[in-house]
C-alpha cells in the first residue's frame, strides 16, 4: 500500500466522525460520501472485468455493502432539529459497522501488498477471479453499495417519521 492508499482509507474512515457528532440530512451530507467513494474509484478503478466469477464477486461484495450500509442506516438514530431539518447521529453499532467495513477493504488491499498474494491468486485461481482488476472493481461497489444503502435507508426512515409526525399533528 502506498502513502495515497492509506491516507484514502484513512479519509473514509473518518468519515464516521460527523455521522458520531450528527449531521443534517442534507443533499451535502448525502454528496460527501459518495464523492468520496467516487474519488476512490477514479482513482483505483481501471476496467470492470466480467470474466469466469469477476460478477459473481461483485454480487458478494455489492450484498455484503449493501447489508452493512442498511445495518449502519437502522442502527443510526433520528431526530429533527428545531427547524424539522432530520439529523442522523450514527451510535456505537453504525460506527462499527462503517468501521468494520472499510477495514476489510483496506485489510484485503493490505494483505494483498504484504505477503498474502499467494493466497488471493490461488482463492482466484480456484474460484475463477480473473485477477487484480476484478477485486479493485468488486471491492469499490462494495464500497459504494455501503454508501448507497446507508444513504437511501437514512432518507427513508427520516421520511417516513416525517409522514408519521405530520400524522401525529393532526390527529
Not at 80 to 101: E, T
Not at 105 to 124: K, L, M, N, P, W
Request: hydrophobic share 60%; proline share 2%; aromatic share 6%.
Amino acid at each position: 500500500m502506498t502513502t495515497t492508499d492509506y491516507v484514502i482509507a484513512a479519509l473514509l474512515v473518518l468519515l464516521v466522525i460527523p455521522q458520531i457528532r450528527g449531521m443534517r440530512l442534507t443533499l451535502v451530507s448525502a454528496l460527501l460520501p459518495l464523492a468520496a467513494v467516487g474519488a476512490a474509484a477514479v482513482h483505483y478503478l481501471k476496467s470492470v472485468p466480467t470474466q469466469g466469477n469477476d460478477v459473481k464477486l461483485d454480487v458478494a461484495c455489492i450484498a455484503a455493502g449493501v447489508v452493512l450500509g442498511v445495518g449502519c442506516g437502522v442502527t443510526t438514530r433520528i431526530v429533527r432539529g428545531a427547524d424539522g431539518v432530520a439529523i442522523a447521529k450514527a451510535g456505537f453499532v453504525a460506527a462499527l459497522l462503517w468501521i468494520v467495513g472499510m477495514a476489510a477493504r483496506t485489510g484485503f488491499e493490505y494483505a494483498a501488498t504484504h505477503g498474502g498474494q499467494r493466497a488471493i491468486v490461488d482463492f482466484s485461481r480456484t474460484n475463477l477471479i480473473t485477477g487484480a482488476a476484478a477485486w479493485t472493481a468488486a471491492l469499490l461497489f462494495m464500497a459504494l453499495a455501503q454508501v448507497l444503502a446507508r444513504m437511501v435507508t437514512l432518507r427513508l426512515r427520516a421520511f417516513m417519521g416525517a409522514g408519521r409526525s405530520r400524522a401525529l399533528a393532526r390527529a
